[in-house]
Every structure is written in structure tokens, then in C-alpha cells.
């Protein structure tokens, strides 16, 4: 039996709890975006083909949203859907994403909508990209249809998730779309994000002052360990994931996203000499990693407070964990999950009584998704999918967060739910 934790920590009242998923990993068969081309490549594990088909069974996926609890759901929407063709917006599609927006409304579900989860229209892959100088101007269009279009309906704009993942990966590291390793257009597609998001924010504000605006970070905690290349290069990677896009949109953020998932901890193996971005190898520098873990990543629960502390130090802004969640290939009985959420959630408390202003949790996964390179086979959900039946089955982990939550929250939830190890 795991050891458990007991307190009675209480998170603020108004304090967001929700999961969180994007649309390309759930909807299925976005085929009119760059990442279907890029897997048709065979550039990926395997297709993502009909994912978790949410875009025809997200009745079914709010039903589990309001019988876990949870009062807010970050989703993306998916730009080929809604701009299939240059300028050419998708009227059905736009009512489609207006009803799901609704449903959860209806529900009492606060809505926080990633306007860009990673992936393009092919038009728009094709004749420009984020390297190219106009892509600032479409791609604020499309922000601007959907503000008109659904604005009432979203809460809280997520405008880019996490973009020095692909800007890193598909400009520098050629293992996401577009491919490159060119650090030229890495530096316009960089100045490019940075101007559209800009735009963008400017351009939700004039419609709806109140709304909150912002970008998630990919923000691991770098171990700034040591002195030499390896303690200089753990310090390039929090400069490059965090400051290098965030000191140029510095005054235009509501509040800062966090997704959160484990320490990065630099050092240099020279059998890895390189450059092989899909596994982490930098010329040498590699990151260290955890064999048991399905994604090789370390869990690190503290570095959770440490990130937010830092967050609130550099941009004293509030905070929204946007992501935080855990690979593994089990079935229902994910202890290490609920482990996972616990710890990760006491030093997030712990961050709150010592004044920083966290605004709202949300857990990744809802569901089992398509994992990006790795096709299927890292599951991060609370539930469990079956994606030949497409059957959905709550986890452990889907009860004892479902607990955490309704007591808002007692974070010895597990403890009435029987696992062992
Ligand atoms: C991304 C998700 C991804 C998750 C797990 C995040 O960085 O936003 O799309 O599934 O990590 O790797």
C-alpha cells in the first residue's frame, strides 16, 4: 500500500478545477492539417486517425466533465476546421464548435479555448507558415472569426499553446512540422508568434475588455545544477522555453499558463552526439531520464511550487496550471496517478498560502489522446479509452480527483479507494 499524505487543505472558493485536451488529439480525422500530412509522412508512431472521435461523442465527454466535477474544461479549436480555405470560413463547422461551446455552458462548464494547439490548416502550411511575414495578419483573421463568432461562449483564450515546442521542434530540431533546421526562420516564425499573439490580444480586448488573454509555457523545472556547460546549458533551456518569447509579450498577459510536467535536468552524454530533437539529444546534451516512465520523463512534484513561485516573482500576474498529468500504459488501476495529482496538488497549496496567486488546476488528460510522435502509447487519462470500441472507462484516478475536487479539496482522497502497489 502507498504511504499517503494527510492534511485538509482548502483551495480558494472560486479556484478553477478542469482537464484539459486539444482538439487534433481528441476530435479525429483532421485530415485538412499539417500533422495528417506529417504522419501520412510516417513521421510519427502511428495515425491519429479517428482519435477518441470527440467531435461526434462530446455529449458523451461532458457527461464525464459533470460527473467528475469539474466546473471549468480547457479545449483547442482546430483553425482547418474553421478556415478549411484561405479566407474561407466554415459555417457548418463554426455552428459545430458553437454547439460543443454550449453544451458546456449549459452545464455550467467554464470554457478555456486554445485558439492554436500545434497545428495549421495545409493552406496555410503551404503558402506561408509562421516564417513567412504575413502569418501574424492570418492568423489574427481567424482569431477575429472566432471571437465574433463564439467569443460569448469562451471564458478564458489560451491564443497559442505552449509555441517554443513547435518553433523548437519543427523549425530547429526538423521533428515537427514544418521540418526545418533553420534557425533563420526559426528567429521569423518566432518574432512572427510574438506579434500575432499580440494582435490577437488586442483584438479579443476591443470586444471584450474582461476576458483573459494569454499563452500557455511549457514550463518544466531546469535544475540550474552545477557550473560549466551543463549548469549554463540548464539556464539556455529555461531561457528558451520561458523568456526568450515571453519578454516580448510581457505586457500583454492576463495571466501566465503552466503546464507542468517534470524536471529537465541537463548533461552531457557524448555516446549522443546528434542532434536528434525527437529524443531529446542536443549535439551531446541530453536530458535526464526515468526508464520506468513511459515517456522517460522524471516526476518532480516540487518543481511544480518552484515554477509557480518563479512565475509569480518574474510577471506577478495570477496563474492557471493549464496542464499537469502523468504518461502511463495501465489500465484502471492508476495509482501512480493519483499519486501524481496529490503531490503535485500539495505544492500547489503550498504556493497559495504563501500568497501566489493560482487561479485554477487542470489536469491532463480527460481522456486517453494521441500522443504527437508517439501515437497511442503514452495514455495520460483519467479515462481510459478503448480506441478500437471507443469505449470510455473512468480510472481510479477519475474517482480519487473526482474526491479531491468535491472537498475542495482534501487531498488524502485516495485514501478511500483501495490500490496497492
Ligand atoms: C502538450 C500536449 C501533450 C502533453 C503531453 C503538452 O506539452 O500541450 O499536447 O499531449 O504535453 O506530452
Same mark, same amino acid.
Given at each position: 500500500?502507498?504511504? *499517503? ?30 500533422? +495528417?500530412? +506529417?504522419?501520412?509522412?510516417? %513521421? ?22 459533470? @460527473?467528475? &466535477? ?7 479549436? @482546430?483553425?482547418?476546421? #474553421? @478556415? ?39 493552406? $496555410? ?13 492570418? $492568423? ?58 499580440? %494582435?490577437?490580444?488586442?483584438? #479579443? ?5 474582461? !476576458?483573459?488573454?494569454?499563452? !500557455? ?21 529555461? +531561457? ?23 524536471? &529537465? ?23 535526464? @531520464?526515468?526508464? *520506468? ?12 511550487? *518552484? ?22 500504459? #495501465? ?70 480527483? %473526482?474526491?479531491? #475536487? ?5 487531498? !488524502? ?9
Amino acid at each position: 500500500m502507498k504511504t *499517503k499524505t494527510k492534511n485538509n487543505l482548502k483551495f480558494p472558493k472560486d479556484f478553477l478545477w478542469g482537464t484539459a485536451t486539444s482538439a487534433y488529439q481528441i476530435e479525429g480525422n483532421n485530415s485538412n492539417s499539417d500533422w +495528417w500530412r +506529417w504522419e501520412e509522412k510516417g %513521421k510519427t508512431k502511428e495515425k491519429s486517425g479517428r482519435a477518441c472521435d470527440y467531435w461526434h461523442k462530446f455529449k458523451e465527454d461532458h457527461n464525464l466533465l459533470e @460527473e467528475l &466535477g469539474v466546473n471549468s474544461y480547457r479545449l483547442s479549436l @482546430e483553425w482547418a476546421s #474553421i @478556415e478549411p480555405a484561405e479566407n474561407c470560413f466554415s459555417r457548418e463547422n463554426l455552428d459545430y464548435y458553437r454547439k460543443i461551446l454550449k453544451d458546456l455552458k449549459s452545464r455550467k462548464i467554464k470554457t478555456v479555448v486554445t485558439l492554436w494547439h500545434w497545428t495549421s490548416p495545409l493552406w $496555410f502550411a503551404d503558402k506561408y507558415g509562421f516564417h513567412h511575414k504575413k502569418s501574424s495578419e492570418i $492568423f489574427s483573421r481567424y482569431c477575429q472569426k472566432v471571437r465574433d463568432e463564439l467569443g460569448d461562449w469562451i471564458d478564458i483564450y489560451v491564443v497559442f499553446n505552449e509555441p517554443m515546442v513547435p518553433l523548437g521542434m519543427g523549425y530547429l530540431g526538423g521533428a515537427f512540422p514544418p521540418g526545418y533546421k533553420n534557425p533563420f526562420k526559426f528567429y521569423r516564425a518566432l518574432s512572427n508568434i510574438a506579434r500575432a499573439y499580440i %494582435k490577437v490580444y488586442e483584438i #479579443i480586448h476591443q470586444k471584450y475588455p474582461q !476576458s483573459q488573454v494569454g499563452i !500557455s509555457y511549457l514550463y518544466n523545472w531546469y535544475e540550474e545544477k552545477g557550473f560549466g556547460p551543463v549548469g549554463l546549458l540548464n539556464k539556455i533551456s529555461q +531561457w528558451f522555453r520561458i523568456d526568450l518569447l515571453g519578454n516580448k509579450i510581457k505586457d500583454h498577459q492576463d495571466y501566465i499558463g503552466i503546464d507542468y510536467y517534470r524536471i &529537465g535536468r541537463m548533461k552531457f552524454n557524448r555516446r549522443r552526439i546528434k542532434l536528434d530533437a525527437k529524443n531529446q539529444n542536443y549535439f551531446g546534451f541530453t536530458v535526464e @531520464e526515468d526508464k *520506468k516512465n513511459v515517456m522517460k520523463w522524471i516526476t518532480y512534484p516540487e518543481g511544480i511550487y *518552484k515554477v509557480l513561485k518563479e512565475a509569480q516573482e518574474k510577471y506577478k500576474l495570477p496563474i492557471y496550471i493549464l496542464e499537469n498529468g502523468l504518461p502511463t500504459n #495501465i489500465g484502471l488501476d492508476d495509482w501512480q496517478r493519483i499519486d501524481f495529482i496529490e503531490s503535485h496538488l500539495k505544492f500547489v497549496k503550498k504556493a497559495l498560502s504563501e500568497g501566489v496567486d493560482v487561479k485554477g488546476y487542470f489536469h491532463w488528460s480527460l481522456l486517453d489522446n494521441y500522443e504527437w510522435l508517439y501515437g497511442y502509447g503514452p495514455r495520460f487519462g483519467l479515462v481510459e479509452m478503448n480506441y478500437k470500441t471507443l469505449e470510455r472507462k473512468p480510472r481510479k484516478s477519475f474517482y480519487a480527483y %473526482k474526491k479531491m #475536487i468535491s472537498e475542495n479539496s482534501n487531498l !488524502s482522497a485516495s485514501e478511500s479507494i483501495m490500490h496497492t502497489k
